[in-house]
Nanobody
Framework: QLQASGGGLVQPGGSLRLSCVTS????????MGWFRQAPGKEREFVAA????????NYADFAKGRFTVSRNNAKDTVYLQMNSLKPEDTAVYYC?????????????????WGRGTLVTVSS
């Protein structure tokens, strides 16, 4: 299971930290990813982190503003989002990769959690 949390309403320029607590698999051996889906738009890749952390992968819009990290002792992956913009408004999902690589393609992620809504508005 994957359970994302931490979403909410934030003003433009603000920050949020999303968490995704996992269970039911050996978290240490799998890459984890974050995706988002804005109203009326298709789901898109946000960020991913390899199983052993050194490799990260970010969408262009996330580079320099978002940071993905993981705590293997807590089976949890995080997404720190800074300098948020109204266009970041979306439901954010965490997903488990089928392997250890930090890919950006949805088919690489067979397991998904329920999303958490992030709304950026003044």
């Amino acid at each position: 299971q994957l359970q994302a949390s931490g979403g909410g309403l934030v003003q433009p320029g603000g920050s949020l930290r999303l968490s995704c607590v996992t269970s039911g698999f050996n978290f240490d051996y799998y890459a984890m990813g974050w995706f988002r889906q804005a109203p009326g738009k298709e789901r898109e890749f946000v960020a991913a982190l390899s199983w052993d952390s050194p490799i990260t992968n970010y969408a262009d819009f996330a580079k320099g503003r978002f940071t993905v990290s993981r705590n293997n002792a807590k089976d949890t992956v995080y997404l720190q989002m800074n300098s948020l913009k109204p266009e970041d408004t979306a439901v954010y999902y965490c997903a488990q990769n089928r392997g250890g690589g930090a890919g950006s393609a949805s088919p690489q992620y067979p397991y998904w959690g329920r999303g958490t809504l992030v709304t950026v508005s003044s």
